[in-house]
Antibody, heavy 118, light 114 residues
Framework: QVQLVESGGGVVQPGRSLRLSCAAS????????MHWVRQAPGKGLEWVAL????????YYADSVKGRFTISRDNSKNTLYLQMSSLRAEDTAVYYC???????????WGQGTLVTVSS | QSVLTQPPSVSAAPGQKVTITCSGS????????????VSWYQQFPGTAPKLLIY???KRPSGIPDRFSGSQSGTSATLDITGLQTGDEADYYC???????????FGGGTKLTVV
């Protein structure tokens, strides 16, 4: 069964940076695109970013474009999200997900909480 | 405001059928040239979402056939038959938006089985 484990969440001050990681196992990581999706407390799902299987294509939500960078290391089976210039509205549980195709997330991690607060 | 529109809540009695709608536009659900298939996700409080339906109407392994999806024009629907109290959850639709070059989700629908 596919396993995705996020880490790196925590409390960070506005304007600072944070890097999330997602360790993938039990599937051929280098064959699939990967997503980051977030969910603010009590709110719905918000897609954040998608990276292609080889890292050559990256897509971002307008709300994070220019501040967040998605990347991957296929040799380590790990997905990353570098977040900078963090704002209070970035506070959310961040999920990594495996792309099935056409933007469908077929497996999700358990999520990691990021709280942006002074 | 979400790109895809869902009703905030729906309710029905155990054993009955409920339909959750997801309305979009020609750049997402109605974008047949861009392979904008609709997916549906189920989420229980405090847990990660789970894929229920993909490519408009396909079920992943292990998903009961009580859950079914369809798409027509710029809208999609999720039908749940034989409702059980264990189906109480939030349901989200999602798809690729060709104009935004982004995945878009609906705002979510809270299902109550009463």
């Amino acid at each position: 069964q596919v396993q995705l484990v996020e880490s790196g969440g925590g409390v960070v001050q506005p304007g600072r940076s944070l890097r999330l990681s997602c360790a993938a196992s039990r599937f051929t990581f280098s064959n699939f695109g990967m997503h980051w999706v977030r969910q603010a407390p009590g709110k719905g799902l918000e897609w954040v970013a998608l990276i292609s299987y080889d890292g050559s294509n990256k897509y971002y939500a307008d709300s994070v474009k220019g501040r967040f960078t998605i990347s991957r290391d296929n040799s380590k089976n790990t997905l990353y999200l570098q977040m900078s210039s963090l704002r209070a509205e970035d506070t959310a549980v961040y999920y990594c997900g495996k792309d099935l195709a056409a933007g469908t997330v077929d497996y999700w991690g358990q999520g990691t909480l990021v709280t942006v607060s002074s | 405001q979400s790109v895809l529109t869902q009703p905030p809540s729906v309710s029905a009695a155990p054993g009955q059928k409920v339909t959750i709608t997801c309305s979009g536009s020609s750049s997402n659900i109605g974008n047949h040239y861009g392979n904008s298939y609709v997916s549906w996700y189920q989420q229980f409080p405090g847990t990660a979402p789970k894929l229920l339906i993909y490519e408009n109407n396909k079920r992943p392994s292990g998903i009961p056939d009580r859950f079914s999806g369809s798409q027509s024009g710029t809208s999609a629907t999720l039908d749940i038959t034989g409702l059980q109290t264990g189906d109480e959850a939030d349901y989200y639709c999602g798809t690729w938006d060709g104009s935004l070059s982004a995945v878009v989700f609906g705002g979510g629908t809270k299902l109550t089985v009463v």
